[in-house]
């Protein structure tokens, strides 16, 4: 496992993180995964175990389970608190009350300190806003972000889910005011949606903030069970859960050929689309799922496979966006931009 700086702190994360949206399975979550407590402990050990020392959770998780499983099983496994860095997350909808959602300092505040108390710690080390909140002004997102932070029950801050605009603006006006800024963005990224590409990647890239690709195998779409001639793989979430969106055509014909390099290394189609998010520049710590060891284990080796300069080059073909302006105007003026 390597361990990369995450965004421009002297933090180190792995080169994957461990994603716990599958843990408990309360209301709208129940789709993605209903694990059990003694199933949770299982994969945070092996996990750990393999070198993984960051975790992803959010408050909206099952509604609030996730983080209060997490927790459990780290208090149940002895796991001493300074070896893992633990992600949650503030935006979604958390009650049937007008403010307890959102990213008004009010929510951010009373967030945060559920969020603590669900997971027994006494601090969260990276905090993303997970989503746009069109009615509360960015800055004063950023002041209740600050708060948290200058409070000690934050350390660092990110951001999922927003334009690279907003997030130019919010790191803007809190570079303005002194204060914290985002080191850390996470993004749907895969091999099969590779939209990051256009603004946020290059921005994230330019301003040394960490990109965190989540469902890095489309929801299950590029494990190299479904195919144009299997289009029910079973047993996944993707069965009756069809999120994040995938254009399936184009899928296929990158599945196809994941398959075929996956088959010559001996590997998973799976293990393929999750070396190649690796791969991808700017991308810090990849985030993954799973619903039981055999899947976890498999994710896990995707950072033993080293796909050739070749297979790369047959990949990113195979998946290339199309052009969208104004990216192919700036492709046909650097034409002659330099001389010889």
Same mark, same amino acid.
């Given at each position: 496992?390597?361990?990369?700086?995450?965004?421009?702190? $002297?933090?180190?994360v792995?080169?994957?993180?461990?994603?716990?949206?599958?843990?408990?399975?309360?209301?709208?979550?129940?789709?993605?995964?209903?694990?059990?407590? &003694?199933?949770?402990?299982?994969?945070?050990?092996?996990?750990?175990?393999?070198g993984?020392?960051?975790?992803?959770?959010?408050?909206?998780?099952?509604?609030?389970?996730?983080?209060?499983?997490l /927790?459990?099983?780290?208090r149940?496994?002895?796991?001493?608190?300074?070896?893992?860095?633990?992600a949650?997350?503030?935006?979604?909808?958390?009650? %049937?009350?007008?403010?307890?959602? /959102?990213?008004?300092?009010?929510?951010?505040?009373?967030?945060?300190?559920?969020s603590?108390?669900?997971?027994?710690?006494?601090?969260?080390?990276?905090?993303?806003?997970?989503? &746009?909140?069109?009615?509360? %002004?960015?800055?004063?997102?950023?002041?209740?972000?600050?708060?948290?932070?200058?409070?000690?029950?934050?350390?660092?801050?990110?951001?999922?889910?927003?334009?690279?605009?907003m997030?130019?603006?919010?790191n803007s006006?809190?570079?303005?005011? $002194?204060?914290?800024?985002?080191?850390a963005?996470?993004?749907?990224?895969?091999?099969?949606?590779?939209?990051?590409?256009?603004?946020i990647?290059?921005?994230?890239?330019?301003?040394?903030?960490?990109?965190?690709?989540?469902? %890095?195998?489309? /929801?299950?779409?590029?494990?190299?069970?479904?195919?144009?001639?299997?289009?029910?793989?079973?047993?996944?979430?993707?069965?009756?859960?069809?999120?994040? %969106?995938?254009?399936?055509?184009?899928?296929?014909?990158?599945?196809?050929?994941?398959?075929?390099?996956?088959?010559s290394? /001996?590997?998973t189609?799976?293990? &393929?689309?999750l070396?190649?998010v690796?791969?991808?520049?700017?991308?810090?710590?990849?985030?993954?799922?799973a619903?039981?060891?055999?899947q976890?284990?498999?994710?896990?080796?995707?950072?033993?496979?080293?796909?050739?300069?070749?297979?790369?080059?047959?990949?990113n073909?195979?998946?290339d966006?199309?052009?969208?302006?104004?990216?192919?105007?700036?492709?046909r003026?650097?034409?002659?931009?330099?001389? $010889?």
């Open positions: 496992m390597k361990y990369n700086q995450l965004g421009k702190t $002297g933090v180190l792995s080169e994957l993180c461990l994603g716990t949206m599958t843990f408990g399975g309360k209301g709208y979550w129940k789709a993605i995964g209903e694990l059990p407590q &003694v199933s949770v402990n299982e994969i945070v050990k092996a996990s750990v175990e393999a993984i020392n960051f975790i992803d959770t959010a408050n909206g998780y099952s509604e609030g389970l996730s983080e209060i499983m /927790g459990k099983a780290i149940d496994l002895g796991l001493p608190r300074q070896q893992l860095v633990i949650t997350k503030v935006r979604l909808r958390m009650g %049937p009350h007008a403010n307890q959602v /959102g990213l008004s300092r009010l929510h951010i505040a009373d967030s945060v300190n559920d603590l108390e669900r997971m027994g710690l006494s601090h969260i080390d990276l905090l993303y806003i997970h989503g &746009v909140d069109p009615i509360t %002004p960015l800055e004063e997102t950023m002041r209740g972000l600050e708060d948290v932070v200058r409070s000690g029950k934050v350390r660092y801050l990110g951001i999922s889910n927003h334009p690279a605009w997030m130019m603006k919010a006006f809190s570079e303005h005011m $002194g204060w914290d800024k985002f080191v963005t996470q993004n749907y990224y895969s091999i099969a949606s590779r939209d990051i590409e256009r603004e990647a290059p921005m994230a890239i330019s301003e040394g903030i960490s990109i965190m690709p989540w469902s %890095p195998l489309a /929801g299950g779409f590029l494990s190299g069970k479904f195919t144009r001639t299997n289009e029910i793989a079973g047993e996944s979430r993707r069965d009756t859960f069809n999120f994040p %969106p995938v254009d399936k055509e184009k899928a296929y014909d990158i599945i196809d050929v994941m398959i075929r390099i996956g088959q290394h /001996g590997v189609a799976a293990q &393929v689309a070396a190649w690796i791969a991808q520049p700017g991308v810090t710590s990849v985030i993954i799922g619903k039981n060891l055999i976890l284990n498999d994710n896990i080796k995707s950072v033993t496979l080293e796909l050739t300069k070749e297979e790369l080059e047959e990949l073909k195979v998946s966006l199309p052009s969208e302006y104004p990216a192919w105007m700036v492709n003026q650097l034409q002659g931009r330099f001389p $010889g």
